[in-house]
């Protein structure tokens, strides 16, 4: 069973901080890394997407993997309370043409 | 470009009845994957359609099927429904079908709310 990690939270971060939040994968075949955003009662929105381990930057968010750790992250800058939202880390699958998404950890951004 | 659009976006059934959902994937993409999302079980994937083949199916019973149409659309069936299909349904459009490791972007629709009384 290829397994997702992720804290559920919620993670509580005040309104200006850095949010870092955490993710592990088991598939060692995997090599595309998908973050999307969940906003309560609606559907998922892509935030960013990393094939190569290191960091990856757009905006306020910066994506981290490190492959030999097997250990993706996602972190916000500037949290902003519009920013608290399900984040649900997603890497491929290496058997089939699919995404295994995580359970998701819940952020709040305090004002 | 307009996005990927479910219809309808809320359904009540009752048990044993079926239910046929429908996606329309962004322009230009021809791979659509459907999921299955529950506050107990999250983001589960029913299955990977690509040039009107299923490509990918995931672990549900036989009363869950899907199809897709010569112009990229899809349809996902749920037959002699079950209290527990009760959850949000969401398709996911994406430009290629990706090969095993490597997963095209995907970009979801609103999903279609289905309760089943």
């Known amino acids: 069973q290829k397994e997702v990690e992720q804290n559920s939270g919620p993670l509580s971060v005040p309104e200006g901080a850095i949010a870092s939040l955490n993710c592990t994968y088991s598939?060692?075949?995997?090599?595309?890394f998908f973050w999307y955003r969940q906003y309560s009662g609606k559907s998922p929105e892509l935030i960013m997407f990393?094939?190569?381990?290191g960091d990856k930057e757009d905006g306020r968010f910066t994506a981290q993997l490190n492959k030999a750790s097997q250990y993706v992250s996602l972190l916000i800058r500037d949290s902003q309370p519009s920013d608290s939202a399900t984040y649900l880390c997603a890497p491929s699958d290496s058997s089939a043409s699919k995404i295994i998404f995580g359970s998701g950890t819940r952020l709040s951004i305090r004002p | 470009k307009a996005g990927v659009t479910q219809t309808p976006r809320y359904l009540i059934k009752t048990r044993g009845q079926q239910v046929t959902l429908s996606c329309s994937p962004i322009?230009?993409?021809?791979?659509v994957s459907w999921y299955q999302q529950t506050p107990g079980q999250g983001l589960q994937f029913l299955f990977e359609?690509?040039?009107?083949?299923?490509?990918n199916k995931g672990n549900f019973p036989g009363r869950f099927s899907g199809r897709q149409f010569s112009n990229s659309r899809s349809e996902m069936n749920v037959s002699t429904l079950e209290l527990g299909d009760s959850a949000l349904y969401l398709c996911?459009?994406?430009?290629?079908?990706?090969?095993?490791?490597?997963?095209?972007?995907?970009?979801f629709g609103p999903g279609t709310r289905l309760t089943v009384l």
């Open positions: 598939d060692r075949g995997s090599q595309s």
């Open positions: 996911a459009s994406s430009e290629l079908p990706g090969l095993a490791g490597v997963t095209d972007t995907q970009y």
């Open positions: 990393i094939y190569s381990n």
């Open positions: 359609y690509f040039s009107e083949t299923q490509r």
């Open positions: 322009s230009g993409h021809r791979s």
